[in-house]
């Protein structure tokens, strides 16, 4: 019985607004990495979350509560443990070129050795070669293959 009943609750609860107290505020962080991203949440002085225009609100604010709830379980507004917030703020610090560079010296100088061929932008899921250069490569392989 409870398995019937689970299961005609769970399609109504997937529906239900949740309650927020955070609001989406335009991106104040500036710098390449962060220009693509339009909305921004500071999620308890902790971290933020950000994300493109094309991302609703609702999940920008799901992203935030489901964070939140995870620093501060009882939900009093207060970190429940600010070791564990402290940890998480220090890692989570932005990299950039020159930081990595004065950082971590072995690193920087393996990603950017033309050697390796390690590719320096991360994929965004838009996949459209030249034309041209890409018949031409599905001819080659034609080619070889026979």
Known sequence: MKKIIISLFLPFSMFAQNTVCFSV?????????????????????????????????????????????????????????????????????????????????LMYALITDPEYKLPLLAPDGNYCPNSSSFHEIQHNKKLIKK
């Open 25 to 105: 505020e335009p991106n104040p962080i500036n710098g390449i990495a962060f220009s693509g991203f339009t909305k921004y949440i500071d999620v308890l002085d902790c971290f933020f979350i950000v994300a493109e225009n094309s991302i609703s609100d609702e999940k920008v604010l799901h992203a935030a509560a489901v964070a939140a709830e995870l620093l501060d379980n009882n939900e009093d507004g207060i970190i429940d443990d600010p070791q564990t917030a402290d940890g998480i703020s220090d890692e989570w610090e932005p990299y950039n070129a020159i930081l990595l560079e004065n950082i971590d010296i």
